[in-house]
């Protein structure tokens, strides 16, 4: 039931260093000061907590379980795919989704609100579809392509057009609740891709904003659907 | 005079560490199930476990996934016009299904109405119909009946029950949250439960149940028990269909009453009719007396509130939820006469 | 139709809506794409929890599980023994409470009874106990579980007016009312505030006759005052309705949870939190740390909401600071949604008797008001003072009487909320407001008018001899463009109570007003040879976009294209002027003035050394277009030319010397600064003649179904007096988004607590109900008059606040017109209430208290 | 193995909630463990009981009634409805703990209710009608107890006296029974105002938390105590020698040949009928 991979790279190095986006994660910042390291990791944002990756290592007991030998217990080590690149990562049984991405790829656009599936800001595409990745286990989204906000823009850093919606409309306020809104109409949008704005209104329903900026998001979402049209018949 | 006392920490963050169990197929699920006994949980979409876990409240060793066992996916139509749905088929493919939709739109509906949709894009028919209720004291992990102890908290002078139950109370007054559950009895679906004996199918009128019968469950599903499938006849095919929700907010929110009817209407006269409400007790109640006095009669607005009246004519409201009996009987009303859409 | 006088105010009033055409050769009052935007449209922008540093630990809390309970041990032996476990911080840990000295010189003296972060004697249930930090989150949470506490349960009180009663129980030890008022006896006129005390205050069962028929009961008050003959206001009524209502506890359940990770770097303490204001957070927590400012660093570039739960939000960022202190090593405090209920702030309800006498023509000839609010177990909330002000400036009654009291109870903490008092005495008012108008048989639009304020009204009670006033009030304009543009009397003709099938519309209209500026702040910026203008903004970003929004005064006055304007913001270590909270609706106001004076600071130093240069008089010169211009001639000089000039000049110009009344904090960053450039740098001190307010005329249609209690609302508009619009797109999102929340409180939002146990059994959010988009109106629509306020050089008002009220009570009032008097005494209204109602042919009284 | 479940209360301090329910399985097998090994003594190992000395000349013994009167009809009736009431009691408990599920709360309160008022009864019938002192044991009863044992071990002993109206096992039985009826009535009439009962408003708030832990847990004790005794009580009125006491809890009289052989016509009198007087220690 173990993936083969997963027993390989056990012991590797790779397997130990958490992997990130940005240039400033402790892997590539060896032979820094701690000073350094801590304005490095700051300025840039994104570098992985890896004390949260590391519990296993330093408490065994877990790890030894993670690899029981009944049929389908799972391995610890395992390969993910998001914003279309394989990413290789430590993740524990109970690990979340939304932790395995802020916390160990650094990919902070996706907030955590409520960690209880309810507001919607941890919301990614697994293939494609909305789902809130705090209530998704890490462990279960192998082989399944992840989208997350991070992964919109093309690498030329042109925007989506829901994102250029919003930026045209100066959609939302505090933004807290923006990535998961998007994540959802982006989602929705693949299935309904000419919605009216009551429609689109039930598509984003499962995400809240406090800022209860309902009636310009929808505005900036509209204009990012019509956006989208526009882009897919180009 | 101080009492003092020394309390336990109480945190509900952070899910416990447990062992994660991904089977490919039943067999291995139900293997898993008997090696970890009362230690084991099953996880289908994990909406309603993760606040378990998260809350630390349920502390498995193991945690069996059914996400990769293929066998529990789908939806298959039957010779003769019923359809089988996998127990981990998603709502939102349940509400999609074009058989469904043709023939049983009661239920697409239902499910439809049920939580957010990025629930319904990972929440399974087979969870949502077995999701534990939603009372809010049991939710906080207070020992209470439910819970294995010996008090309701939500019945006493002093507790907030607006949203328990009027109806089938034992000392438990919650109620079953779920919103294709009525669906189910109501369409006279059979659940299929398989466990280390073998595969049953009980009615789903049958497979939930009260706290007068079991206080600490909402189904007949005991430990090593797996929801397979979920079959529904073809005996309401096409029927006319009203499914109504009522809740406080209109998304992400649990029924405080739904109702689930099929009809079959014939000159303009009720011929067979199933009645069905939830929200109102600990399982879907169906409402035998009002089917049985209204078949026959004309599909009007008396008969309607007639109907309405026999409904609630055994309700017993709490403290704070008296309203849910007009609520109910207003329900009813409107599922009778309601003139399909 | 309307009549021709309202088609006359409307031709004259400049309105600013959605669809106003852009002007090119502006900036105040045009679009524009904010600095932030693009960071938040692509996940990069950085909140506190997305900050990362090597060898971060994680801190998770020890809640209490009792409403109310003395320590008498903690024993964390087991815990600390646990690998992986670093520190456990109790209260001990912690600095005592400093006293605190204002900007403005007033010494605040510490409050020895207020929250400290973590409790050795818990006031509610969910209070902080201890906190643990360890390598990571799952340690953390496993070692909280083997803190061993021993408690002593003491009474406790969730319910107010059953702290009142005779015998009642107290939320603390000391009593159950704070002894000494604050806003009553300004702090402004004193040097010092009073150390504040909890005393005892109960009513006599006299007192309470009534309260089972649902009449609010009345007794001794902490605070009283009015104006005017009350008595023969009353006397002289056609009219006299004596209501009591119950307004909601609501948290504020700010999306982004009050995180925060904090370090020590070379003796500063760095700090990454979800805060309000930038600025003014730094000697906040200066305080709680006991340290000087200049050593303290706040990050907080992007907060994920506040509506005035995280003005600074300081106490509980102390907390991560310490536990980094014990440790060596940086510590993330991840609060949960959970922590988050208990430590996050609430709105307090109030309960309120208003009696109210009315003139045949609906003018309010006599008020008298008594508020109860339901305090929280700390510092004294102003609720109950701020609603009486709002009331008297809103209405105008001629007469007047105030009385309240905040009574301690064992629920979380409060702290102001969007239109703090403002949305609980409207939201008291209304209901009266619309009850009245169907008695008297006048429309309900005509009789909010005949109360509106106009010009320089006068608020609030008489400090010798002399009443306070507003700056300048448009309600009446707002009421009329919003008739017109609602079309107010054709929709009540046609829908007003109009049936069909099971379902009832009905129409409803409501006023609403909030205090809206501050001043005395400093505006600092620096125009450097490159030709760019480097903008110091202490505002925090938290989705008003007035960080930016207001430099685009500045900018404009000095003729610099926004492409050219760099803004930095939301972390102290970059030299940030003294700026106001950011909170209040203060900030549009405040900081335009604190803008156009650096701008003004600027303007004079280029005319000084374009008169060096090129002769003449300084005042021969304009600045405009990026260049210097000789009036009715050329250009002599670009501002890049100029900065460099500056800086050959030095003194003044590049800001070596700097000007003697800006703030300690401005002085620090522009001597930080100095020689970079040629610097505006000013503090505000324009003179204004009264109190800025801000107003908003709110209108909505319901579609009620009698048969569920279920209800829609089928439109909503909302149009502002704000003074001049700065930010068209973001005026629009405060109107609309602030009106929403407003409509929350409305529909649904609600505290539930179990009054035996002490407990909250509402805890998440399908449980609290905060809106959802599906609850926002089919259709909504804003507006706002663009008239600067008579006061100030720029006549930008704060809008923040002002929509709550109205988006609530628009609601309210077009329920009860679709459904008559007496359908509900409380808010929010849910379909229960409306079904009972119906059901019972009279309102439900199920007693007095917000949270059930 | 643990006796009592504890579980943390709102405010999260520990209480009990009820008694392990392993315990049921424990008494059961207490109480046929009982009976075997009983049946087995008596089969094998028993003597004959032999009484001091004649107990009443021929004479005086033909006086006497063919039929004594052991139980009054009202005493009869008690004893039968509280049976009743007590198996339906212990049924409706502990069936649906072994898995047996049915609903069963109601039964069990009802039962419950008809146990007490037979119990109050009782109490008044026994002490105002009857002789209230013949059912405790006495000084007596625990010598003959002490000089039988002795015997029964075949040591020398002088012989014991013949019963009074009740023999000295039933006077242990019905203290036993005392104790552990009381106990579970008490507790079950508090245990009234948490089920949903016509004439209470349910209120778990009347005792603090920690009170109502003890009253469950009593309530669990003195009830798997009953499984025991119970199975007891009824193997010996299923026990040949003893049928004619099985009887007369039918019919309401013994034999006078029975009465002579097992009674002391002096610790129980009956020649006057007058149940009611004391016996005459004249020895």
Redesign the interface.
Known sequence: MVPVFAIQFWNSPEGAVPMSDNPGSPAKSKGLTRREVIKAAVAVGGVSASAYLFRGYIFGNQVRRAFGSAPGSMGRLITLNVNGRRRHVDVMPQETLAMTLRYKLGLTGTKLGCDRAECGSCTVLLDDVPHYSCSVLTQTVRNRKILTIEGLAGPDGTLHPVQQGIVEQQGFQCAFCMSGFIMAAIGFLKVNPNPTREELARGVSGNLCRCTDYHKILDALMRGAELSRGASHA | MAIV?E????IRDVMPAFELFQPTSIEEALSVLAQYGTDAWVLAGGIDSFDWLKDRIKRPKAVVDLGRIRELRGVRELAGGGVEIRAMTTLTDVVLHPAIRKSFKLLADAAESAASPQIRNQGTIGGNVSQDTRCWYYR????CYR???????A????GMNREHAILG???CVAVSPSDSAPAMVALEAKMLVRNSNGERAVNAEDYFI?P???ITRMTVLKQGDILTAIRIPSAWANASFYFEKISDRPVWDFPIVNIAAAKVISGGKIRRIRLVVNGVAAHPWRLRQVEEAVTGQPADEQTGARAGELAIADAVPLQHNGFKLPLMRNLVKRAICATPA | MPDSKQEGTAAQVPLVTADTPADKSKLVGQNYVTPDLFAKVTGQAKYAEDFRAEGMLFAKLLLS??PHARILEIDASQALAMPGVRAVLTMKDLPPPADYMTDLGVLIKANPLGERGLAMEPLYQGEPIAAVAAVDELTAADAVEKIRVTYE?LPFVIDPLASLRPGGPNARVEGNVWGVLGPEAPVGAKRTTPVPEVREIKWTEEDFRGYDEGKMPTGTPTGEWSYGDVEGGFKNAALVLDESFQTPNTSHECLETRTSMAYWQGGKLHLFGSTQSTSQTVPAIARWMNMKPEDVVLVSEYTGGGYGSKVTSSVHLIIPAMLSKKCHAPVMMRITREDENYIGRARPSLTGRMKAGFGPDGRLLALDMFVVADNGPYDEVHDTYISGQIVSLLYQPVAMRWRGISVLTNTPPRSPQSSPGGLQGITLMEPVLAKAARRLKIDLLAIHRINAPEGKAPLGPAVDGKRAHATGCFMKEALDQGARRFQWEERRKANSGKRNGSKIRGVGVSSSSFKSGSKGFDGLFVIQPDGKMYVQSGIGNLGTEDFSDVHRVAAEMVGMPWEKVVVTWGDTSKHLPWTCISGGSQTAHAMTRAAYAAAMDAIGKLQQIAAKDHGGRPENYEVRNERVYRQGGGPVMTLAHAAQRAIALGGVYDGHELPKDINPMTVRSAKALAGRGLMGVARDNYRQDGTVFSFVASFAEVEIDVETGTYKIVDFLAVADAGRVIHPAAIGGQILGRSMLGIGHAIGQKWVFDQ??G?PVARRFYQTKPPTILDAPARMDWAALNIPDPEGPVGAKGIGEPPVPGGCCAILNAISDALGDDIFRRAPVTLDMILTSLENGHPVISGLAADI | MHII?W?????????P??IAWALIWVFAIAGLTFLIVHAIWVRYFARRQEFAGPALSPGAAAALPAKIERHSLAARLFHWVMAAAMLVLLFTAFLPKVGV?????TYHWVAGLILLASIVFHIVHASFFQNFGSIWPDKSDLADARNRTLRALGRSAPPPRRFGKYPFENKLYHLIIVIAGLAVAVTGAFMLF???TPFL?????ILSDMT?GFV?VLHGLAGVGLIALVTVHIYFALRPEKLPITKSMIFGSISRDHFLEQHDPQRWVVSSGNAGAGPSRAD
């Open positions: 006392r309390s336990s920490a109480i906080s992990g207070f020992p819970a294995g102890g010996n008090i309701c908290y019945d006493t002078p002093y109370a034992a000392r009260g007068g019968f079991d | 599980p009792y349960p035996h146990l407990l | 479940q579980a943390a209360n709102p405010w999260g301090q520990m209480v909630i009820h599920r049915f609903s069963w709360v948490r089920v949903e408003a349910r209120n778990p708030y109502w469950y």
